[in-house]
C-alpha cells in the first residue's frame, strides 16, 4: 500500500474481505480528513460496517466532515441507540450545522433519539438566527473559578472530557454565570500553583452576543489573532465559544455567498457538483429575469433616440465601447466597497471620506480614458470627425465618474437599508450604469452633434 495515501480501492478490498485490524490501523495512521474523504465514496451498507469497526469518537469526527447529503443516508440508515451514540461524541455545532441543513423528518428523527439535555440544548441553538454567533457558538467550553488556584483548576481540568478541540482559553464566570475574565491553558499551566485564577485572568474581554451576526466574530478573532471567542447572552452571561476553525467555515460562506450575488446567483450551501439541474436553475433564472426587465429601461433610451441614431448613423457605433467602460467602472468601486464593508474597513459614518476619494479615482480614470479613447477614434477610426471624438471622450469621462460614484454608493446604502451589499454589486449595477451612460451619451450627442 502505498505510504502517503489510501485509495478508495484499497479501502473497499479491505470492507469486503472484513479485515478489521487492518481498517482500524488506516484510521489511526492517516489523517482523519482524508480518510473522510474516503469514506464519502463509499456505499451506505460499507459505511455502516467501517463505523461499527472504529472508536464513536472517531466515527462522530468522519461524520461532522461527510457531505450533507451522505449524513442524511447515515441518519435514515442509523437505529436509535446509534444516533444518540453519535450525538454524544459530536459537538454541539456540529450537530446543529447538519441539523439545519436536515429535512424535517431527519431531524425530527435525532430529536426524538437525542437524550432530554441533549434535546433542549440543540432546540435552543437552532432557535438562533441563522447566521448568527449563537447558531455557530460550540457549548463544550471550559469554566474556571475565579478564586481557586491554578494548582486546583489543573486538577478539575484534569477529570474533564472533550477538552481537545481548539478550546485555548477557559472563562471566569461569577455565581450569576456573567463573563468575567478569560484565561488561556498556556497562562494556566507556566503559572505558580499557589496562585488564585482571578490574580492572573484578563479581564479585557473581546466577545460576541448571540444574536450578532458571524461576521463580526470572524473580524474580531481576524483583527485581535485569536484562537477563541467568547459568546453571551444580553445579561451577559457566557452561553458558547466559537473556535478558529468555525470561522474559517464562516469566513469561506460567506465569500462563497457574496461571489454568488455579485454574480447575480441565489447563494447555495451544497456543491456545484452536488447541486441538481433544477435547483441550479432556481438559483440563477430569477436574478437573470430581473435584470433582463432592467434592461428594458436601456432599450427604452435607444428608442427615444431613435431619430438621432438615424441621423448620425456612426453614434451607435460606440455604444457598446461607452457601456462596457461604465459597468467596468462601476464594478471596480462596488467590488471594493462591498469587501471593505465585509471587512469592517469601512463603516456607514465613512461615507464622506469615500465620496471624496472615489471622486478623485474617478476624476483621473476618466480623464485618462477620454483622452485615450479620443487619440484612438481619431487614429484608427478615420471617417469619425474630431468633434465627434470629443462628445466621445467627454462622454467616456463623465459616465466613469458617474458609475463610480453610483458603484461606491450603492452598497453603502444597502447596509444602511440592512441588505446584503454584495446584492448591488456585480449585474445590477451594471444595469443601472448602463442606462446612465446611454442618458450622457445621447443627451450630449444631442445638444452638440444634431
Given amino acids: 500500500m502505498d505510504n502517503n495515501k489510501v485509495t478508495i480501492e484499497e479501502l473497499q478490498a479491505l470492507i469486503q474481505s472484513k479485515d478489521v485490524r487492518r481498517i482500524r490501523e488506516l484510521f489511526d495512521e492517516y489523517n482523519i480528513v482524508d480518510m473522510s474523504d474516503l469514506v464519502e465514496q463509499l456505499q451506505i451498507e460499507d459505511v455502516l460496517f467501517v463505523f461499527k469497526m472504529l472508536k464513536k469518537n472517531v466515527t462522530a469526527e468522519i461524520f461532522s466532515y461527510l457531505t450533507y447529503d451522505k449524513q442524511e443516508e447515515l441518519i435514515e440508515a442509523f437505529t436509535g441507540p446509534e444516533i444518540q451514540s453519535m450525538l454524544d461524541n459530536l459537538y454541539s455545532d456540529d450537530i446543529v450545522d447538519f441539523m439545519e441543513e436536515m429535512p424535517a423528518n431527519v431531524v425530527k428523527r435525532v430529536l426524538q433519539n437525542a437524550k432530554p439535555n441533549q434535546r433542549a440544548e440543540i432546540n435552543k441553538l437552532l432557535n438562533y438566527r441563522e447566521d448568527s454567533c449563537g447558531s455557530i457558538m460550540n457549548t463544550n467550553y471550559i469554566t474556571l473559578k475565579r478564586y481557586e488556584s491554578v494548582l486546583e483548576s489543573i486538577q478539575r481540568l484534569r ?198 476619494k472615489e471622486i478623485r479615482v474617478a476624476f483621473l480614470c476618466g480623464l485618462t480614458m477620454g483622452i485615450v479613447n479620443f487619440f484612438r477614434v481619431i487614429i484608427f477610426m478615420g471617417m469619425v470627425d474630431v468633434q465627434t471624438s470629443i462628445v466621445v471622450s467627454v462622454t467616456v469621462m463623465c459616465t466613469v465618474m458617474v458609475a463610480k460614484l453610483i458603484g461606491c454608493t450603492l452598497p453603502m446604502v444597502a447596509e444602511k437599508l440592512g441588505f446584503d451589499p454584495a446584492v448591488m454589486a456585480g449585474p445590477l449595477i451594471t444595469t443601472l450604469v448602463d442606462v446612465v451612460a446611454l442618458l450622457i451619451y445621447l443627451g450630449l450627442a444631442s445638444v452638440f452633434l444634431l
Wanted: glycine share 6%; net charge negative; aromatic share 8%.
Fill in 159 to 356: 477529570k474533564l472530557k472533550n477538552i481537545d478541540r481548539a478550546l485555548g482559553y477557559a472563562y471566569i464566570t461569577d455565581s450569576k454565570r456573567q463573563l468575567i475574565g478569560s484565561l488561556s491553558l498556556k497562562q494556566l499551566l507556566y503559572a505558580e500553583d499557589n496562585e488564585l485564577i482571578e490574580d492572573i485572568m484578563d479581564t479585557d474581554l473581546i466577545v460576541v452576543k448571540t444574536d450578532d451576526d458571524q461576521e463580526k466574530a470572524a473580524q474580531l478573532i481576524r483583527k485581535y489573532d485569536i484562537s477563541t471567542i467568547p459568546v453571551v447572552n444580553d445579561e451577559g452571561k457566557i452561553a458558547g465559544a466559537i473556535t478558529y476553525d468555525d470561522i474559517l467555515d464562516v469566513m469561506e460562506e460567506e465569500t462563497t455567498e457574496d461571489i454568488h450575488k455579485m454574480s447575480a446567483i441565489t447563494p447555495t450551501d451544497k456543491p456545484y457538483l452536488e447541486t441538481g439541474v433544477f435547483a441550479m436553475y432556481k438559483h440563477r433564472i430569477v436574478w437573470l429575469l430581473v435584470l433582463m426587465i432592467g434592461a428594458t429601461f436601456t432599450g427604452n433610451i435607444l428608442l427615444i433616440f431613435e431619430d438621432h441614431l438615424k441621423t448620425v448613423a456612426y453614434l451607435s457605433v460606440f455604444i457598446p465601447m461607452l457601456m462596457d467602460a461604465a459597468g467596468n467602472a462601476g464594478n471596480q468601486s462596488s467590488t471594493m466597497i462591498t469587501r471593505a464593508l465585509a471587512l469592517g474597513e469601512v463603516h456607514l459614518t465613512d461615507m464622506l471620506k469615500i465620496w471624496f
